[in-house]
């Protein structure tokens, strides 16, 4: 069973950085960053190609966030800068099924918490 | 980029129908054969139900299908059971704007 394992998770302050990692042998595969504030929904966070050539973000993330990925050690990351407390969620990586057609392996989850 | 239309609950009783709507724009929705559903429940990363519109992946009971028509994807139920109670969010590709996804709100499926 293929899975994904995320971690780096943990409590910063406002303004602070945070690089997330997940253990991911899909070099083969778009992968994606999809995050979740407590209590509500799912929210796309930024995705990228299988070589790394391209990457996509989502708006509220654009300019801190950067998504890159180390296919020879089989991991991908996310690192968060200038973090707000309404970056605060529980951050998941997906692999893609096929273009944009949905993420058919998620990781467990990691939990960033951003408070004073 | 606004998330995607659903309703916040629907019900049913075990062995109904149920089905979920999913309200996007000409933009996102209505341009791609790209939508796909997720299933999750409570504590748990989200579960892949349908992808590409109407495929199921392998593993993912045939109760569950998919379904479009101009801007509004739907997600049905059918034969309602007890381990379907869930949250369960569509998907879909938000086009050359982000090069992303844009998720729905997300729709509470309670089973009586």
């Known amino acids: 069973e293929v899975q994904l394992v995320e971690s780096g998770g943990g409590l910063v302050q406002p303004g602070g950085s945070l690089r997330l990692s997940c253990a991911a042998s899909?070099?083969?595969?778009?992968m994606n960053w999809v995050r979740q504030a407590p209590g509500k929904g799912l929210e796309w966070v930024a995705n990228?190609?299988?070589?790394?050539?391209?990457?996509y973000y989502a708006d509220s993330v654009k300019g801190r966030f950067t998504v890159s990925r180390d296919n020879a050690y089989n991991s991908l990351y996310l690192q968060m800068n200038s973090l707000r407390a309404d970056d605060t969620a529980v951050y998941y990586c997906?692999?893609?099924?096929?273009?944009?057609?949905?993420?058919?392996?998620w990781g467990q989850g990691t939990t960033v918490t951003v408070s004073s | 980029q606004s998330a995607l239309t659903q309703p916040a609950s629907v019900s049913g009783s075990p062995g109904q129908s149920v089905t979920i709507s999913c309200t996007g724009t000409?933009?996102?929705?209505?341009?791609?054969?790209?939508v796909s559903w997720y299933q999750q429940h409570p504590g748990k990363a989200p579960k892949l139900m349908i992808s590409?519109?109407?495929k199921r992946p392998s593993g993912v009971s045939s109760r569950f299908s998919g379904s479009k028509s101009g801007n509004t994807a739907s997600l049905t139920i059918s034969g309602l059971q007890a381990e379907d109670e869930a949250d369960y969010y569509c998907?879909?590709?938000?086009?050359?704007?982000?090069?992303?996804?844009?998720f729905g709100t997300g729709t509470k499926v309670t089973v009586l």
């Open positions: 997906a692999r893609e099924v096929a273009w944009r057609g949905g993420m058919d392996v």
């Open positions: 899909f070099s083969s595969y778009w």
């Open positions: 990228i190609k299988e070589g790394g050539s391209e990457r």
């Open positions: 000409s933009s996102d929705v209505g341009s791609y054969n790209l």
């Open positions: 590409e519109g109407s």
């Open positions: 998907c879909s590709y938000a086009g050359s704007g982000t090069f992303g996804y844009v």
